[in-house]
C-alpha cells in the first residue's frame, strides 16, 4: 500500500467493509483520446487498474469484486478491430495474472453469456478459473459478455425447466430467494456498492435485480486512472451513507445498519 492509500485505510472502519463491491469500469476511450492515443490506448491502460484494484480489495479483505469488463451490447455496437483488441487484452490479462490471483488466494470466476465468446478466449477463461479454484480468498468475477436482461432472461428459462423437472410452478416456493438461486451470480451476496468511473450516471444494464439495495458511488476518475486508493475513497464515502433498506431512521439519527439486520427486518 502506497502512503495515499495507507491514509485512508485507516479512516475506515474494518468492521463495516463492503461484503461485495461491484464495479463499472468506464472512460478508457476518453482516457486516450485526451493524450490523443487510440481507444484501445485506454483500455490497455485500463489493466494496470484492474491489476491495483484487485490486489487492495484482496489485501484489505473484500470477500468478493465483480468487475463489468465487456457488456453483451460492447460486441455489437463496437468496431471489429477494438473488439478483438479487448479479446487479446483479457486472454493476456488472464495468462499472466494466474500466478498473482494465487499469490493473493484469489478465486476467478465469470458472468455473461460465455459460450458466446470465442472458443480461444473460452479455453482462456476456463484454464485461469480452473487454475484459481482451490483459493479460498476474495472471489474475483468478470463480468463478460453480460447484460443484466440477458441474465433474468436465461434465469426464466432455467425456472422453467426446473419447474417442468419439478411437476410445476405450484410445487415450488416462487420467492426472491428462488429467483437468486437461477441468475449467474447465485451463492453470491448482493452488492452493497456499486462503483462508476468517469462521471456517467447510469447502471447500464448491470446486475440489475441485484443492486436493488446498494450505495452507488459515482467517480469522476477515468478507469484508467483508478488505483487502489480510490477504490478505498469509493469504501469511506459508503461507511458515511444511511443505509435504510426502505426502512425508516428512528429519532433522524444516522441509521448505520448492517446488511444481516437489514435482511432480518425485511423478511
Ligand atoms: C469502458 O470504457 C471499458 C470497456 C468497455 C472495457 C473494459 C476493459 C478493461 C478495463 C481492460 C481489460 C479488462 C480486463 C478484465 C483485463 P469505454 O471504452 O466505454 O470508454 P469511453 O466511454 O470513454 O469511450
New binding site residues.
Partial sequence: MDRKETDIYLRLDPARLPQHIAII?????????RRHMP?VA???A??A??RSTVETAARIGIPALT?????EE?WKK?PKS?VDF?MR??C???KA?IKTLNENNIRLKYIGRQHELPESVQREMAEASGATSKNTGMLLT?A?NYSARSEIVDAFRSLAEAASRNGGLDHMQVDEQLISDHLYTRGLPDPDLVIRT?G?MRLSNFLLWQLAYAEIYVTQT???DFRGAQLLEGIEEYQKRDRRYGGLAPDGQPQRTTRAHAEAKRR
Fill in positions: 469500469m468506464d472512460g478508457n476511450g476518453r482516457w486516450a483520446r481507444r485506454g483500455h490497455r485500463g489493466v487498474a484492474v468487475l463489468y469488463a465487456f457488456s460492447n463496437r477494438e479487448l487484452l483479457l493476456r490479462y488472464l495474472e468478470l463478460l468517469s456517467e477515468l478507469w484508467p
